[in-house]
């Protein structure tokens, strides 16, 4: 089965760090590329980051200022956000995605996982 | 960043009817733009890619067009399962932006 499995959410105070993991199934992880996208409660997605297949280029939010890493362990099939100095606009549920390629220029987030929620709170 | 735009806000429509929704980008965004569904508590699901090709195992009666900046999702028949929250996203530049939703629930 085709699945994306996020984990690594919870509650963390203003200012910690969390590191979320999404494990990619029954599909060729280490050729496709990935993103981290974010929904805050009420509101609409927002793009966090994305990755290529091999990780050698890395994509970021504006806003992020340097405060989120996204990287990728092929062996694992895991991809990774490394997210650090958490404040309250943070919290959102996490998504990651495939971008998958469908040919002659054509992508599309085509698979997503479940999410997995962060609450940023003191 | 580009900003997306959608019209209208939420939409009341009856089941058998046809819903048009809209979506608008701030610069040209070619033909990248995707529409996604999300019903509460759930991921979002590809409805359409490049505008106007429909994903793998969505009806038919999903359909797309526009290009450059306007977008338009129709549902041409609305069915139960089809009252969700649809929003589009273009991916011509990052950082890929999406809009704020068009909510269609049943008149």
């Known amino acids: 089965e085709v699945l994306l499995v996020e984990s690594g959410g919870g509650l963390v105070q203003p200012g910690g760090s969390l590191r979320l993991s999404c494990a990619a199934s029954g599909f060729t992880f280490s050729t496709s590329s990935m993103h981290w996208l974010r929904q805050a409660p009420g509101k609409g997605l927002e793009s966090v980051s994305a990755i290529n297949g091999n990780g050698d280029r890395t994509y970021y939010a504006n806003s992020l200022k340097g405060r989120f890493t996204v990287s990728r362990d092929n062996s694992k099939n895991t991809l990774y956000l490394q997210m650090g100095s958490l404040r309250a606009e943070d919290m959102a549920i996490y998504y990651c995605?495939?971008?998958?390629?469908?040919?002659?220029?054509?992508?599309?987030?085509?698979?997503w996982g479940q999410g997995t929620l962060v609450t940023v709170s003191s | 960043e580009i900003v997306m735009t959608q019209s209208p806000d939420t939409l009341s429509v009856s089941p058998g009817e046809r819903a048009t929704l809209s979506c608008r980008s701030s610069q040209s965004v070619g033909s990248n733009l995707a529409w996604y569904q999300q019903k509460p508590g759930q991921a979002p699901r590809l409805l359409i890619y490049d505008a106007s090709t429909r994903a793998t195992g969505i009806p038919a009666r999903f359909s797309g067009s526009g290009s450059g900046t306007e977008f338009t999702l129709t549902i041409s028949s609305l069915q139960s399962e089809d009252f969700a929250v649809y929003c589009c996203q273009q991916y011509g530049d990052w950082p890929f932006t999406f809009g704020p939703g068009t909510k269609v629930h049943t008149k």
């Open positions: 995605a495939r971008w998958y390629n469908y040919g002659s220029g054509s992508h599309g987030l085509d698979l």
